[in-house]
């Protein structure tokens, strides 16, 4: 279970602070809104709370305010703006530089089996690349094994903005232990629906109608908004769900 402290930017982080591994040989993983300062400092980019997690000796600085800045190994939800010869050229955020993502980095994809996107198309991709002075670069398969393990294009739907933090929450593997997110339980045992989340706070429902597509949607960004907890996570999912 991950522990939190309210930080602000350039504090420095004191090793008291530091997640401790019982295992020598896992280093200290560095997550969103960290920066090291060589040899032994390590400070806050943004303010938020300082989460660690001891299982996974990882650190990282939660925040629901500010523009989200790629991190490799990110999955995120984007959008082709257009394509050049090898490339298709994605939108993760509005206003930032363009992320690259090869036509052929899909599974078992060659020239004559790669998917056609057009403009518009959304895909769900992992940053496979990431640096301040280049683009982003994606890949929609997993590296290690090669299969797409639900990336690619993602056709019907609909996508609905959240902050930064609550993507995060939803992308933990326990919504519940871990993110405090009991909502889309609550709501699967009344309707069946597909949820593909991004960590640049974007997050693609799918159901059988548009109102339960528009449902689920709708209580994430209502939960969002006002911090529900576990208890009031549940009594909106039965209000709602009652209203239908």
Same mark, same amino acid.
């Given at each position: ?13 004191g090793s008291n602070i530091l997640p401790f591994s019982s295992n020598p040989s896992v280093p200290?993983?560095?997550? %969103? ?27 990282? +600085?939660?925040?629901?305010?500010? !523009? ?25 955020? %509005? ?15 060659? @020239? @004559? ?12 991709? !992992? +940053? ?30 609909? +996508? ?21 997110? +009991? ?30 597509t528009l449902l689920v949607g709708r209580a994430l960004q209502q939960t969002d908004l006002e ?11 039965? !209000? ?5």
């Amino acid at each position: 279970m991950a522990t939190q402290l309210l930080v602000l930017p350039g504090e420095t982080i004191g090793s008291n602070i530091l997640p401790f591994s019982s295992n020598p040989s896992v280093p200290l993983k560095l997550g %969103p809104g960290l920066r090291h300062i060589p040899p032994s400092i390590i400070t806050p980019t943004v303010a938020g709370s300082l989460c660690t997690d001891q299982k996974k000796n990882a650190i990282w +600085v939660e925040s629901n305010t500010g !523009r989200y800045i790629p991190q490799t190994n990110d999955i995120v939800l984007a959008t082709v703006h257009h394509s050049s010869t090898d490339l298709y050229h994605c939108s993760i955020t %509005p206003h930032t530089i363009f992320a690259q993502l090869p036509q052929l980095a899909f599974e078992g994809a060659t @020239k @004559k089996t790669r998917p056609q996107l057009s403009s518009g198309s959304l895909i769900y991709a !992992r +940053v496979s690349s990431a640096s301040k002075h280049l683009d982003p670069e994606l890949v929609c398969y997993n590296l290690a094994t090669g299969k797409s393990d639900g990336m690619g294009e993602l056709k019907g739907g609909m +996508v609905f903005d959240v902050s930064i933090g609550m993507a995060r929450r939803l992308l933990m593997n326990k919504q519940k232990e871990e993110g405090g997110i +009991v909502l889309l339980e609550e709501i699967a045992e009344k309707i069946p629906f597909e949820v593909a989340v991004g960590r640049n706070g974007k997050v693609w429902v799918k159901s059988g109608g548009v109102k339960e597509t528009l449902l689920v949607g709708r209580a994430l960004q209502q939960t969002d908004l006002e911090g529900f907890g576990l208890e009031e996570q549940g009594k909106l999912a039965r !209000r709602m769900l009652k209203e239908l």
